[in-house]
């Protein structure tokens, strides 16, 4: 019961079945066909999606192009009235500001401070002139 065992299996020779040769150039014929209508549907169907890709690429970038265009002139539009802000920003600081008020209000009022004497600019040539003609 308790024999021991020989590690190795009695060498005899292991029969293996026979397998029945199968007609394989059916089988073969088959796949090939299938493969090949496999790789037509393929090429059919990516076709297609390069044609719907191609139809969507012409509608799309004129569409792109007007917008790039809109886009410079918006920005040409927003970089002037930047300018004009800024202007207009610096005017209000200036009318706002303490020291430049009483200035501001002469210019404006054609007012002039007591203490400051009033200069009138006279054209040259109209007191030559003047001066040549005598006075009736």
Known sequence: MNAIQPSRPPSQPIQKRRVTPRPKRHLRQRSYKVMALESTAKIAVN???????????T?????????????REISTEVKLMEGHVNGLQAEFSRNFDPQEAKIIRQRQGYRFDPNQRQIVLM????????????SP
């Open 47 to 57: 076709l297609v999606i390069t044609a719907v890709a191609a139809s969507a690429l």
């Open 123 to 134: 054209n040259q040539d109209r007191r030559e002139d003047e001066q040549r003609e005598p």
């Open 59 to 71: 509608q799309l970038l004129p569409y792109h192009w007007l917008q790039q265009e809109k886009l």
